[in-house]
């Protein structure tokens, strides 16, 4: 590699010349394939200022979308832009799609999966992004691209692509990927809207004389109900091989008297069934004459409101099954299809009973919505209903505890914190399972770090952190399995508002919890989750350099830290080390130790309020700093270091660049702006509502509601 200077993209002038870039990267590509495509990456990022690629460019697309065509061949390389759009915050708004894309398109799909973890749900993108993905995977000529696909589909919310991916795998003329794929969705509850859906299906079944019972049997069991039109058209295909269908050897013994069965129009439908003039058998006799074959939500709806009671609506849905018409895959008939066989006849009103359109049934997050609203409202015969369609209308065990712990998620969101712990602590009592939804739910409540206006349902003086860590026990104690992610962000929490007694007994429990043989198997045999990592590498540098900054951080109310305190950290990496075996290196200590020594001492260092607010009131020595540390941290550098004066070294600090440090003031100045609009809730004596002397979580598996009031 040339010297950096010497060449002409070196210069200023030239960094950001894109036109210029796009000529080098053409001829590299041409001459040297991949390795000239990354050579230009590595010119771009480290002989000078690095180039973003982001923007609406459609040239910075273009250069971005060349980068991806290597990073599809080489994973190493796609590693370092997938971390470099990330970690630097490229405003990318496909990157999900692009980068795992990229994966799946390339040699070794298998590793996508890795890059849809690294970049989480934050980069996902919904529906769209997930069909790019799939596009490219269907691009691959791995055989394994579509299996890959399926786990990153796993990793993501749920979200309906049936019609648009079984559809293209048919246009490709691929039907063992199709067939794979059917599976896969249908056991993930992604249903086929429509019976033109499944035609290719039962007509590859046809040609090769293979069993339709196999196939129907899970679109049954997800209460999808396409069989007779199935059996008919499997019927036709067989007759292309074998001669003429049975049935129409028996006109008289045909349902339709010989009429080519279509689809009738489900509002015509509808106003039949409404028609009082006839009754449902005489309306549904004749329109089965001219070739009814299936019926949709509208018409059921109908014939459901001109029901009088259970009994004749179940003997109606019978009477649908024995004249062989369908009644669809829509969410609406499944439920109510479901309630009414469960024999509950006042939930089937208020299924019938209200303004929601049936297509309103199928939108998951909006019904989870709702739930939360009508629980705001006490509005309990809706809240009842919402519980039913997002149970797809079953009543059994299972569906009853899934209600529950959507109700239980329900009072989270809704912030009625003491119906919480209650509901909590039944379903505890009662030995069902809390769902892995809940810590999920609990997180959020971390990141508060302002009063909002508290609704009806919250009580003004309740101790977050501490009730959340309590739920979040107990959620444990259930067998519910709660990631570390969940426990970092409640250590954060603990560490940013100063609360480091607190901070150090939860690290110790964390640490006994998750240690192998802990107290996750040795009391309640509580297995961990698939996606478990090294235990050990939960307390790494960033959480170890974490600790040592929070214990820098004043607590509220207290105007100055001691030096003692701000070393509070040598306690708890200690016993870290020595009790449970973690590891941590001297010198990634020492420099973070120097690094905040920095913020308290060096000249013309931009820092934040709360370390501003520790310099202006600072009256301790930086030697004394230093002689706390040498007596309460017992590991000493083990060669030379790379510097004469520890003191020093602590007075300076290098400088950002032009570039970062206008990014950084951009980045902390509307961090500002946010948080001003966000202000504390004043009581009646003008004082915050947010009180500083809080209490903590006590019990660690039996938390009560008095134990997080004032």
């Given at each position: 590699?040339?010297?950096?200077?010497?060449?002409?993209?070196?210069?200023?002038?030239?960094?950001?010349?894109?036109?210029?870039?796009?000529?080098?990267?053409?001829?590299?590509a041409?001459?040297?394939?991949?390795?000239?495509i990354?050579?230009?990456?590595?010119?771009?990022?480290?002989?000078?200022e690095?180039?973003?690629?982001e923007?609406?460019?459609?040239?910075?697309?273009?250069?971005?979308?060349?980068?991806?065509?290597?990073?599809?061949?080489?994973?190493?390389?796609?590693?370092?832009?997938?971390?470099?759009?990330?970690?630097?915050?490229?405003?990318?708004?496909?990157?999900?799609?692009?980068?795992?894309?990229?994966?799946?398109?390339?040699?070794?799909?298998?590793?996508?999966?890795?890059?849809?973890?690294?970049?989480g749900?934050?980069?996902?993108?919904?529906?769209?992004?997930?069909?790019?993905?799939?596009?490219?995977?269907?691009?691959?000529?791995?055989p394994?691209?579509?299996?890959?696909?399926?786990?990153?589909?796993?990793?993501?919310?749920?979200?309906?692509?049936?019609?648009?991916?079984?559809?293209?795998?048919?246009?490709?003329?691929?039907?063992?990927?199709?067939?794979?794929?059917?599976?896969?969705?249908?056991?993930?509850?992604?249903?086929?809207?429509?019976?033109e859906?499944?035609?290719?299906?039962?007509?590859?079944?046809?040609?090769?004389?293979?069993?339709?019972?196999?196939?129907?049997?899970?679109?049954?069991?997800?209460?999808?109900?396409?069989?007779?039109?199935a059996?008919?058209?499997?019927?036709?295909?067989?007759?292309?091989?074998?001669?003429?269908?049975?049935?129409?050897?028996?006109?008289?013994?045909?349902?339709?008297?010989?009429?080519?069965?279509?689809?009738?129009?489900?509002?015509?439908?509808?106003?039949?069934?409404?028609?009082?003039?006839?009754?449902?058998?005489?309306?549904?006799?004749?329109?089965?004459?001219?070739?009814?074959?299936?019926?949709?939500?509208?018409?059921?709806?109908?014939?459901?409101?001109?029901s009088?009671?259970?009994?004749?609506?179940?003997?109606?849905?019978?009477?649908?099954?024995?004249?062989?018409?369908?009644?669809?895959?829509?969410?609406?008939?499944?439920?109510?299809?479901?309630?009414?066989?469960?024999?509950?006849?006042?939930?089937?009103?208020?299924?019938?009973?209200?303004?929601?359109?049936?297509?309103?049934?199928?939108?998951?997050?909006?019904?989870?919505?709702?739930?939360t609203?009508?629980?705001?409202?006490?509005?309990?015969?809706?809240?009842?209903?919402?519980?039913?369609?997002?149970?797809?209308?079953?009543?059994?065990?299972?569906s009853?505890?899934?209600?529950?712990?959507?109700l239980?998620?329900?009072?989270?969101?809704?912030?009625?914190?003491s119906?919480?712990?209650?509901?909590?602590?039944?379903?505890?009592?009662?030995?069902?399972?809390?769902?892995?939804?809940?810590?999920?739910?609990?997180?959020?409540?971390f990141?508060?770090?302002?009063?909002?206006?508290?609704?009806p349902?919250?009580?003004?003086?309740?101790?977050?952190?501490?009730?959340?860590?309590?739920?979040?026990?107990?959620?444990?104690?259930?067998?519910t399995?709660v990631k570390?992610?969940?426990?970092?962000?409640?250590?954060?929490?603990?560490?940013?508002?100063?609360?480091?007694?607190?901070?150090?007994?939860?690290?110790?429990?964390?640490?006994?919890?998750?240690?192998?043989?802990?107290?996750?198997?040795?009391?309640?045999?509580?297995?961990?989750?698939?996606?478990?990592?090294?235990?050990?590498?939960?307390?790494?540098?960033?959480?170890?350099?974490?600790?040592?900054?929070?214990?820098?951080?004043?607590?509220?109310?207290?105007?100055?830290?001691?030096?003692?305190?701000c070393?509070?950290?040598?306690?708890?990496?200690?016993?870290?080390?020595?009790?449970?075996?973690?590891?941590?290196?001297?010198?990634?200590?020492?420099?973070?130790?120097?690094?905040?020594?920095?913020?308290?001492?060096?000249?013309?260092?931009?820092?934040?309020?709360?370390?501003?607010?520790?310099?202006?009131?600072?009256?301790?020595?930086?030697?004394?700093?230093?002689?706390?540390?040498?007596?309460?941290?017992?590991?000493?550098?083990?060669?030379?270091?790379?510097?004469?004066?520890?003191?020093?070294?602590?007075?300076?600090?290098?400088?950002?660049?032009?570039?970062?440090?206008?990014?950084?003031?951009?980045?902390?100045?509307?961090?500002?702006?946010?948080?001003?609009?966000?202000?504390?809730?004043?009581?009646?004596?003008?004082?915050d509502?947010?009180?500083?002397?809080?209490?903590?979580?006590?019990?660690?598996?039996?938390?009560?509601?008095?134990?997080?009031?004032?």
């Amino acid at each position: 590699m040339s010297c950096i200077g010497t060449r002409l993209t070196d210069r200023p002038q030239y960094r950001h010349d894109i036109e210029l870039w796009e000529m080098l990267l053409i001829a590299q590509a041409l001459q040297n394939g991949h390795e000239g495509i990354k050579a230009i990456w590595r010119g771009m990022k480290f002989r000078g200022e690095a180039f973003r690629l982001e923007g609406d460019d459609p040239r910075v697309d273009a250069l971005w979308k060349t980068f991806l065509s290597a990073g599809a061949e080489d994973h190493q390389f796609l590693w370092s832009m997938c971390k470099e759009a990330k970690l630097l915050r490229y405003k990318r708004p496909h990157l999900f799609a692009e980068i795992v894309g990229a994966a799946l398109e390339g040699s070794n799909p298998l590793e996508a999966p890795h890059f849809a973890a690294f970049l989480g749900e934050k980069h996902f993108r919904g529906r769209e992004g997930l069909l790019a993905t799939f596009s490219a995977a269907c691009e691959s000529r791995n055989p394994d691209a579509l299996k890959a696909f399926c786990q990153v589909y796993d990793m993501v919310p749920r979200t309906s692509i049936y019609a648009a991916t079984i559809s293209m795998l048919w246009e490709q003329e691929r039907p063992e990927d199709a067939f794979m794929l059917h599976s896969f969705l249908i056991s993930r509850k992604d249903l086929p809207p429509r019976f033109e859906l499944l035609e290719p299906f039962i007509n590859y079944l046809a040609l090769h004389n293979e069993s339709l019972d196999k196939f129907l049997s899970p679109l049954s069991a997800a209460g999808i109900s396409f069989e007779a039109q199935a059996r008919r058209l499997w019927s036709i295909g067989r007759s292309r091989v074998t001669g003429v269908p049975a049935e129409s050897l028996n006109i008289v013994a045909s349902k339709t008297m010989g009429a080519n069965p279509n689809k009738l129009s489900d509002q015509f439908v509808a106003r039949a069934f409404a028609t009082r003039a006839f009754s449902f058998d005489f309306a549904v006799h004749s329109l089965r004459m001219i070739g009814l074959i299936e019926v949709g939500p509208l018409a059921v709806r109908q014939m459901a409101a001109t029901s009088p009671d259970l009994i004749t609506l179940q003997a109606r849905f019978q009477k649908l099954r024995e004249l062989e018409i369908d009644t669809g895959a829509s969410v609406f008939v499944r439920v109510l299809r479901n309630v009414c066989d469960a024999g509950y006849w006042e939930m089937v009103e208020s299924l019938i009973d209200n303004d929601l359109h049936h297509e309103v049934f199928e939108d998951i997050d909006v019904q989870k919505r709702l739930l939360t609203e009508y629980y705001r409202k006490r509005d309990w015969r809706q809240l009842n209903r919402t519980l039913a369609i997002l149970n797809n209308g079953r009543l059994d065990d299972p569906s009853k505890r899934r209600a529950a712990n959507l109700l239980l998620i329900t009072m989270v969101e809704a912030g009625d914190w003491s119906s919480v712990i209650n509901c909590a602590t039944s379903l505890q009592e009662r030995g069902w399972q809390l769902s892995s939804a809940f810590p999920r739910a609990l997180a959020p409540s971390f990141r508060i770090t302002a009063q909002h206006s508290p609704s009806p349902l919250q009580e003004p003086s309740v101790d977050h952190s501490s009730l959340i860590i309590g739920l979040m026990q107990k959620a444990l104690a259930s067998r519910t399995n709660v990631k570390f992610k969940y426990w970092r962000q409640a250590m954060r929490a603990l560490g940013r508002q100063g609360r480091l007694e607190e901070l150090e007994a939860l690290v110790y429990w964390v640490a006994e919890w998750f240690r192998h043989d802990g107290l996750h198997r040795e009391v309640l045999d509580v297995p961990i989750s698939h996606d478990w990592v090294e235990w050990k590498d939960l307390f790494d540098d960033k959480f170890q350099k974490s600790v040592m900054s929070w214990c820098f951080r004043p607590r509220k109310g207290i105007r100055i830290v001691s030096a003692e305190r701000c070393l509070r950290w040598t306690r708890m990496l200690k016993r870290l080390r020595d009790g449970y075996g973690i590891e941590v290196r001297e010198y990634v200590i020492r420099w973070e130790f120097i690094k905040r020594l920095r913020r308290l001492f060096a000249v013309g260092m931009q820092v934040k309020r709360h370390n501003a607010s520790m310099r202006a009131r600072n009256r301790v020595s930086i030697t004394r700093y230093w002689t706390l540390y040498d007596k309460m941290w017992d590991m000493k550098p083990a060669g030379k270091v790379n510097y004469d004066d520890r003191v020093r070294i602590c007075l300076h600090h290098r400088k950002l660049s032009s570039p970062k440090r206008r990014r950084m003031h951009e980045h902390w100045m509307s961090r500002r702006a946010a948080q001003k609009l966000i202000k504390p809730i004043a009581d009646d004596h003008g004082r915050d509502s947010v009180q500083g002397d809080i209490v903590g979580y006590r019990d660690m598996f039996n938390a009560s509601w008095e134990d997080y009031q004032k």
